[in-house]
């Protein structure tokens, strides 16, 4: 069965860092994006950061300059270094996977929270 399996979240101080980990299962089969999602406390779920193949990478204007995305083809694996963390960062984070075989689709972690607090 498809799926992502996504670590590393917790509770950090603010200017602190985490590192968020994503893997997906072999049976997911050629994946053309890895990205990070985050939804807050009533808000909608908003693009964090993703990465393409050939490794273009996009990230939202608040988290630029402070997040890393970066991807392990060999492990199917996403990470996302997150360092000068600040309590608006709250949210629970999650991993997507875009695939084009055997049709296009998306595929959805189950989530990670990250609490941004002194």
């Known amino acids: 069965q498809a799926q992502l399996v996504e670590s590393g979240g917790g509770l950090v101080q603010p200017g602190g860092s985490l590192r968020l980990s994503c893997v997906a299962s072999r049976s997911i089969f050629s994946i053309s994006a890895m990205g990070w999602y985050r939804q807050a406390p009533g808000k909608q779920r908003e693009l964090v950061a993703v990465?393409?193949?050939?490794?273009?990478?996009n990230y939202a204007d608040s988290v630029k300059g402070r997040f890393t995305i970066s991807r392990d083809n060999a492990k199917d694996t996403v990470y996302l270094q997150m360092n000068n963390l600040k309590p608006e960062d709250t949210a629970v984070y999650y991993c997507n996977v875009q695939a084009t075989l055997p049709t296009p689709k998306g595929y959805w972690g189950q989530g990670t929270r990250v609490t941004v607090s002194s």
């Open positions: 990465i393409r193949s050939g490794g273009i990478t």
